[in-house]
């Protein structure tokens, strides 16, 4: 009986026949994700090299430095006394109490507050600096 009954293994092929029998095939599912092998730390690793976007060109520097609004909140905040030069050559002194984008208001000792449009300054200082112009 048993010389009737061969094992798989114990036949006797020519080379392609026996190539195709110990292979394996594969059908990747389509809709299900491959299932992955690697470890997690190689996964984060890779993910972290690989995605990061696009790279973006450094964009110009803006316009504005913001060096004259940090001036005037410091100005405020302290309640420094000033005096502001216009271009007509008037002098007004008092304390910045509110800025604008296109106007500062000063409010002033013995008068009341005066809205003055930053173009018509021409420059100001500290009341009390000795290096005024």
């Known amino acids: 009986m048993k010389d009737g009954i061969e094992s798989p293994a114990a036949r006797v092929h020519d ?3 026996q190539e195709f029998t110990n292979r394996k095939l594969i059908r990747p599912s389509l809709n299900s994700p491959a ?3 690697e470890p997690v730390s190689e996964r984060r690793e890779r993910l972290e090299r690989t995605d990061r976007g696009p790279v973006m060109k450094k ?3 803006s316009d504005q430095t913001h060096a004259e609004n940090f001036y005037y909140q410091k100005q405020i905040q302290s309640k420094t ?3 502001i030069v ?3 050559g008037e002098q007004v002194q ?3 109490e509110w800025y604008d984008r296109n106007c500062i208001r000063v409010a002033r000792n013995g008068g009341a507050s005066l809205l003055i449009y930053k173009p018509a300054i021409r ?3 500290k009341v009390g600096e000795n290096n005024q112009p």
Do not use: C, E, F, N
Request: net charge positive; glycine share 10%.
């Open 15 to 17: 080379g392609t026949q």
């Open 94 to 96: 008092g304390v910045i």
């Open 123 to 125: 420059y100001m200082y």
């Open 59 to 61: 964009s110009t520097p």
């Open 35 to 37: 299932p992955r092998t």
């Open 86 to 88: 216009l271009k007509d």
């Open 81 to 83: 006394p000033v005096a």
